[in-house]
Nanobody
Framework: EVQLVESGGGLVQPGASLRLSCAAS????????MTWVRQNPGKGLEWVSS?????????TYADSVKGRFTISRDNAENTLILQMTSLKPEDTAVYYC????????????????????RGQGTLVTVSS
């Protein structure tokens, strides 16, 4: 059974950092591109970042997080990571990891047809 379990969310002040993890199981993690999307209460899904497979991972970021967030993967531990720094109130959202059917970046990645599995999400709240 494919499972994606996010963790690491919480309440932080503006400017703080958080590290989100997505523990993957039930499939060959290293063989799949992965993505992070987020949903702010009352808003639609927003693509955050994607990472490809292979030795030279391709990583792409939404303009809103570029330079502040870093996506990475630990194939030995079957874990997807999102390191978030300089957090802003507008980063407040539920963050989901998803397994991509094929690599994508940009707004098209929020289309659920681009994924086949998604985790339950972890809430990040940035507030003073």
């Amino acid at each position: 059974e494919v499972q994606l379990v996010e963790s690491g969310g919480g309440l932080v002040q503006p400017g703080a950092s958080l590290r989100l993890s997505c523990a993957a199981s039930g499939f060959a993690f290293s063989s799949y591109a992965m993505t992070w999307v987020r949903q702010n209460p009352g808003k639609g899904l927003e693509w955050v970042s994607s990472i490809s497979i292979g030795a030279g991972f391709s990583r792409t970021y939404a303009d809103s997080v570029k330079g502040r967030f870093t996506i990475s993967r630990d194939n030995a531990e079957n874990t997807l990571i999102l390191q978030m720094t300089s957090l802003k109130p507008e980063d407040t959202a539920v963050y989901y990891c998803a397994r991509l059917r094929s690599y994508c970046s940009g707004v098209g990645c929020v289309d659920p047809r681009r994924w086949d599995y998604r985790g339950q999400g972890t809430l990040v709240t940035v507030s003073s």
